[in-house]
T-cell receptor, first 111, second 114 residues
Framework: GENVEQHPSTLSVQEGDSAVIKCTYS??????FPWYKQELGKGPQLIID?????GEKKDQRIAVTLNKTAKHFSLHITETQPEDSAVYFC??????????FGKGTTLSVSS | NAGVTQTPKFRILKIGQSMTLQCTQD?????MYWYRQDPGMGLKLIYY???????DKGEVPNGYNVSRSTTEDFPLRLELAAPSQTSVYFC?????????????FGEGSWLTVV
């Protein structure tokens, strides 16, 4: 089955810096790669996603890149702000039902 | 704008007790899911349902049961609670399972088994 590895587990940046979180997946059949943000005491919320027929997708300060050959995808946050502090999860899914999640990255943005 | 609603928010159980985590969604989604989240371990799928009357096991189903009698409700039953079931439980739903269908999560239920 699918296995998703996520790095780093913790990331501390200064406000205004960029943050990059990387994930690798094992199943070449996976074709959907969402990123979720989880704030303290809340459920995860989708922030951006990418399908396997696209190499990059951007939404304001957030971008995701996908390298299908290498089986890895990354989340890029530019001009970080304190409200970006949260736990971020990557996930991968084939055409089936289950999303397989990475273990999460705790991002801390200090002002 | 209720979305996915879970109850209770917090619960302490004694070893061997049973309980049901309730989940309801008002988005008319066909698919519903139960995940558990342990510190540093991400989210693991326990059970899922593709529609009323249909359920299937996920990655970690042992010690749990589910039912789906209506589109809106998807309760998770813990029988004979064990300390290993101490976790945060998230119910979620989506319109379908095809790639690109957003999964919406509830706010979580914190369960401690002592």
């Amino acid at each position: 089955g699918e296995n998703v590895e996520q790095h780093p587990s913790t990331l501390s940046v200064q406000e205004g810096d960029s943050a990059v979180i990387k994930c690798t997946y094992s199943d070449s059949a996976s074709n959907y790669f969402p990123w979720y943000k989880q704030e303290l005491g809340k459920g995860p919320q989708l922030i951006i996603d990418i399908r396997s027929n696209v190499g990059e997708k951007k939404d304001q300060r957030i971008a995701v890149t996908l390298n299908k050959t290498a089986k890895h995808f990354s989340l890029h946050i530019t001009e970080t702000q304190p409200e970006d502090s949260a736990v971020y999860f990557c996930a991968a899914s084939d055409a089936g039902t289950a999303l397989i999640f990475g273990k999460g990255t705790t991002l801390s943005v200090s002002s | 704008n209720a979305g996915v609603t879970q109850t209770p928010k917090f619960r302490i159980l004694k070893i061997g007790q049973s309980m049901t985590l309730q989940c309801t969604q008002d988005m008319n989604h066909n698919y519903m899911y139960w995940y558990r989240q342990d510190p540093g371990m991400g989210l693991k799928l326990i059970y899922y349902s593709v529609g009323a009357g249909i359920t299937d096991k996920g990655e970690v189903p042992n010690g749990y049961n589910v039912s789906r009698s209506t589109t809106e409700d998807f309760p998770l039953r813990l029988e004979l609670a064990a300390p290993s079931q101490t976790s945060v439980y998230f119910c979620a739903s989506s319109y379908g399972s095809r790639a690109g269908n957003t999964i919406y999560f509830g706010e979580g239920s914190w369960l401690t088994v002592v």
